[in-house]
């Protein structure tokens, strides 16, 4: 059995965004990278996979980007994925998401994957398209925001996730695409062991060129920060105070403080 | 220009968010014609033109099906774009009508701008203005974007059918989980995010609210981390609430989580960013440590 999981290399959303010079993505000057939440769930489930069948599958991690996304791809392998491919794109922030999911089909195509892991959506951009334009690329079945998961005979009995908390049963064969929601499963931390592992696991570096030669369906034009709505009050300094002037807010404007 | 709605449908009903969609044509200024996997026996009454799939042959939950009859409708009525909900039904099937078409997919959309489409971006904290530049274009809008406008009238009906294999068999409905505890008729919430930093700093939160006379909430990110149980989450999987008073403790302000709160009273947040976008609902945004802030609060509401 062949298993691929697709992960992206995200900033932290605890930072403070400045565009770029260009104006059309963030300045990556202080920013701070990781795996893409939803992607660890994928990374997560795919391993497991793996494990419930005796460690048998041979589990690809695949990431697009500069320099940098090894080190996502280091996690990956860490948490238990066999070998990486790193797409070495130093431009991947201006693809859109037909390009990128061109890219990942362009590689596992005629591979063979019986079973293409990754999130249902990235953290920064959040088009929820990747997975699903893959999918529709190599001919195989999709199924998106996947809160269960069960591998059974050969069949896929699993959950996707609606609004209002409720939960949509399906069952489907591989080969199969699945975008993986929050909460499917709780990703491992690697552990030491695991990390010195992974420097000895396979990693392929291909040229982006190699597997990509469309150009973009939809251009960024602008970042920017969004106007402040105002209205809100803000207010800073020293606890005590802090508390004093919560409290005579809260007891002026709510009704709920006696 | 001319639209091409696919509304929404489930468990008997049209989703109110199938309104929304009419709301972004007139924001376009748009032409306007639905596409719904419904009950003809029992149309919506909407002054538009309707293409209507029976939702006995053609399922809730069968994308390839689905994908057919829209790209059908596509053939049959030539719009310039085709306009989905952000929605688990709407995300799932946008981009295989997308691929389909070999059309540029603009995702959760929130406005127009420019001859482009303005989209938040870094959960939130960014914008960005995006172009297409394919003849036809797939767009997903973002829930509560643009106010529902539902039009008056009756439908031009037509009923469509197809037929197409289905990889993926739907078996039914999980219900939402039990809630031991109803946040919809709670007049106080305190909301804990991930920014409270681990699970012993619920207790912290729960004596806030406790103290406030109110319910404990959560946001998704603390539920998921197994730190709350999910009958006290709040937002789009969770409960939507609209208490006199929120607290929100450590919480970003995810879209999913603003849209579940944001019709509160009174948002009172507390957050170490100045720039969460908690800080575009609330009322009062307290920048601070809330390790410190909260059981100070705490001890001064209790005296």
């Known amino acids: 059995m062949k298993l691929l999981v697709c992960v992206k290399q995200v900033a932290d959303l605890e930072s403070r965004f400045k565009p770029n010079a260009a104006g059309t993505w963030y300045d990556e000057a202080d920013v701070a990278f990781r795996m893409n939440e939803y992607d660890e769930y994928a990374v997560e489930e795919a391993v497991r996979l793996k494990e419930k069948l005796g460690g048998e599958p041979d589990l690809t991690v695949i990431s697009i980007g500069p320099e940098r996304v090894g080190e996502a791809i280091k996690k990956a392998l860490a948490m238990g994925c066999d070998r990486g491919v790193h797409v070495l794109d130093p431009d991947a922030a201006s693809k859109d998401p037909s390009q990128i999911a061109a890219i990942i089909a362009a590689f596992a195509k005629d591979k063979g994957f019986d079973l293409v892991f990754t999130g249902m959506q990235s953290q920064d951009r959040g088009s929820a398209q990747v997975g699903l334009l893959v999918a529709e690329r190599l001919g195989i079945a999709a199924l998106s925001t996947m809160v269960a998961f069960e591998w059974a005979d050969g069949v896929i009995a699993a959950k996707r996730e609606l609004e209002g908390g409720i939960k949509a049963r399906v069952k489907l064969r591989p080969p199969a695409l699945l975008t993986c929601q929050l909460g499917l499963n709780v990703p491992r931390y690697p552990t030491l062991p695991n990390i010195m592992k992974a420097k000895k696991k396979e990693l392929l570096v291909l040229p982006v060129a190699d ?48 | 220009m001319k639209v091409l709605l696919v509304g929404e449908y489930r468990e008997g009903k049209v989703l109110d968010a199938t309104w929304e969609l009419f709301g972004y044509a007139a924001k376009a200024g748009a032409e306007a014609v639905l596409f719904l996997v419904g009950d003809p026996a029992n ?151 991930r920014g409270i930093g681990k699970k012993d700093n619920v207790a912290m939160i729960a004596a806030l609210a406790k103290a406030l006379g109110g319910e404990l909430g959560a946001s998704r990110p603390v539920v998921d981390a197994g730190w709350v149980e999910q009958s006290h989450q709040v937002g789009t999987t969770g409960q939507t609430v609209s208490p006199k008073l929120y607290v929100a403790c450590g919480i970003s302000g995810a879209i999913q989580h603003l849209a579940g709160m944001k019709k509160s009273d009174f948002v009172l947040a507390i957050n170490k960013d100045k720039d969460a976008p908690i800080g575009e609902v609330a009322d009062v945004l307290v920048v601070t440590d809330l390790l410190q802030f909260v059981p100070a609060l705490t001890a001064k509401l209790a005296k």
């Not at chain 2, 002054?47 to 006995?56: E, F, M, Q, S, T």
């Not at chain 2, 057919?68 to 989905?84: N, R, T, Y």
């Not at chain 2, 039009?151 to 059918?161: N, T």
């Not at chain 2, 739907?170 to 039990?178: A, I, N, Q, R, S």
């Open chain 1, 211 to 258: 597997l990509l030669s469309e150009g973009a369906k939809a251009v960024t034009q602008k970042f920017y920060a969004p106007a402040r709505k105002g209205g809100g009050l803000v207010l800073e300094g020293d606890t005590a105070d802090l508390v004093d002037k919560t409290i005579a807010i809260l007891k002026e404007k709510t009704g709920v403080l006696r």
């Open chain 2, 43 to 193: 149309p919506p009454t909407c002054g538009a033109k309707l293409l209507l799939a029976d939702i006995a042959k053609a399922g809730e939950y069968n994308p390839e099906l689905h994908k057919k009859l829209v790209l059908d409708a596509v053939a049959a009525e030539s719009p310039d774009q085709v306009v989905f909900c952000h929605s688990s039904y709407g995300w799932d099937l946008a981009p295989r009508v997308a691929s389909a078409l070999e059309a540029a997919q603009v995702s959760e959309i929130i406005g127009l701008s420019d001859g482009g489409f303005e989209l938040g971006s870094c959960n939130a904290k960014m914008r960005r203005l995006v172009k297409p530049s394919t003849p036809k274009v797939v767009v997903t809008i973002q829930g509560g974007a643009f106010p529902a406008a539902k039009p008056e009238g009756s439908p031009a009906l037509s009923i469509v059918s197809s037929e197409a294999p289905s990889r993926i068999e739907f078996l039914g409905y999980d219900p939402p989980e039990k809630k031991d505890v109803d946040l919809a008729k709670a007049e106080i919430i305190v909301s804990a995010g």
